[in-house]
């Protein structure tokens, strides 16, 4: 299995969408696909879209059926000396997308070859390694529409906690609109980027406000602010500001929900002053997602694990899977670098995921 690792670091898998000109997943699914028509499983490749592959195996057995899913794509390498030859040292190994998620990836290979080695199996097993889980999650929209199971195990790393549910997010952008004048004619011209400040005012009023609204599992939602353009040169009054804003989402709130927030920031701010112009559009928003409570999965792999359960800081496609009607948990090896220069997977959590799918598989 350490040489799978090994393999899956050394192929360039840089999603495309997160970096022009990035490998994509092809050449990785590929040999994916290879590994386990070797270990005599069938696999087929499907495109996502144009070039975004997703690879898909199946374990034949009697009884309800296990997804073991994870991510081929990983993010750019801005920095990184040598990001596709992979180091282990100290029990770690390193390398661009070790922990994020080619570790997680070699543990669901390294268990689907002890699974279809076994005379008595009591379940299905439906190996499934998606495309484009960095960028836009294509690959797991893609999968859930022609695919399902019972029950699903997302390998992402968790330090092998057993992730019960995430939050999910909504981005919005805000535009104030101003008059541009010239800075000496302060009777002609209206702020933009002033206007935004009372925005910006607003937005932090309401993020301290979810302090009252905690989820008991996934925490109280969040907002930030995260770009901010506007202006032309330093004489000029600028007639537009824009703003793009991240809101951190809990079970039970709706999908539009900052829209909606920001829509009534903005009314408000408008019926004090008549120069206040300003509008709110949605761009994108991903579901929070827990864990159905009556289902048995995480507790079988608590009793196999003797880990902890609880929420994971980050979203994962859990909340795909599951808004497919697919119980799933995130159990996966953990390391350090996530994203970063100095990425890396503790080997021995590779083994310790690979050996609890295992049982999973035959105990659930």
């Keep these: 299995m350490?040489?799978?690792?090994?393999?899956?670091?050394?192929?360039?898998?840089?999603?495309?969408?997160?970096?022009?000109?990035?490998?994509?997943?092809?050449?990785?699914?590929?040999?994916?696909?290879?590994?386990?028509?070797?270990?005599?499983?069938?696999?087929?490749?499907?495109?996502?879209?144009?070039?975004?592959?997703?690879?898909?195996?199946?374990?034949?057995?009697?009884?309800?059926?296990?997804?073991?899913?994870?991510?081929?794509?990983?993010?750019?390498?801005?920095?990184?000396?040598?990001?596709?030859?992979?180091?282990?040292?100290?029990?770690?190994?390193?390398?661009?997308?070790?922990?994020?998620?080619?570790?997680?990836?070699?543990?669901?290979?390294?268990?689907?070859?002890?699974?279809?080695?076994?005379?008595q199996r009591k379940r299905k097993v439906v190996i499934a390694i998606v495309a484009d889980e960095e960028y836009m999650s294509i690959g797991a929209e893609s999968l859930v529409k022609t695919w399902s199971a019972d029950a699903a195990v997302i390998t992402e790393p968790t330090d092998l906690m057993i992730g019960i549910g995430h939050k999910g997010f909504e981005w919005v952008e805000i535009v104030t609109e101003g008059v541009a004048a010239h800075g000496s004619r302060a009777d002609d011209g209206v702020d933009a980027i002033a206007h935004m400040g009372r925005v910006l005012a607003r937005l932090e009023q309401l993020d301290r406000?979810?302090?009252?609204?905690?989820?008991?599992?996934?925490?109280?939602?969040?907002?930030?602010?995260?770009?901010?353009?506007?202006?032309?040169?330093?004489?000029?009054?600028?007639?537009?500001?824009?703003?793009?804003?991240?809101?951190?989402?809990?079970?039970?709130?709706?999908?539009?929900?900052?829209?909606?927030?920001?829509?009534?920031?903005?009314?408000?701010?408008s019926a004090e002053d008549a120069k206040f112009r300003a509008s709110a559009k949605f761009l994108f928003t991903r579901s929070p997602y827990v864990t159905p409570h009556d289902h048995p999965l995480p507790d079988v792999l608590r009793q196999i694990t003797k880990k902890e359960t609880g929420a994971m800081t980050f979203w994962t496609d859990a909340a795909i899977l599951g808004a497919a009607g697919i119980p799933t948990v995130v159990f996966g090896p953990g390391g350090a670098g996530l994203h970063g220069i100095d990425e890396y997977v503790r080997v021995d959590e590779v083994f310790a995921c690979r050996d609890a799918l295992v049982r999973l598989a035959n105990e659930l």
């Design 2 to 119: 350490i040489d799978i690792l090994r393999d899956l670091i050394a192929i360039d898998s840089v999603n495309p969408s997160l970096v022009p000109g990035g490998a994509g997943e092809s050449e990785i699914a590929q040999y994916i696909a290879a590994k386990l028509r070797a270990m005599n499983i069938d696999a087929v490749i499907e495109e996502a879209a144009p070039g975004r592959t997703n690879v898909i195996g199946v374990i034949d057995g009697p009884g309800p059926s296990l997804m073991l899913c994870g991510h081929s794509d990983t993010v750019g390498i801005d920095g990184m000396s040598a990001p596709f030859d992979p180091v282990e040292r100290d029990g770690r190994m390193y390398g661009r997308g070790s922990q994020d998620m080619k570790g997680g990836v070699a543990a669901i290979l390294g268990a689907a070859q002890q699974l279809v080695a076994q005379p």
């Design 209 to 269: 406000s979810f302090h009252a609204r905690a989820h008991p599992l996934l925490g109280r939602p969040s907002l930030h602010a995260s770009l901010i353009s506007g202006g032309r040169e330093l004489s000029t009054y600028p007639d537009r500001c824009t703003l793009h804003v991240e809101r951190r989402t809990v079970e039970g709130e709706p999908p539009e929900i900052l829209r909606e927030e920001s829509e009534a920031i903005l009314k408000g701010l």
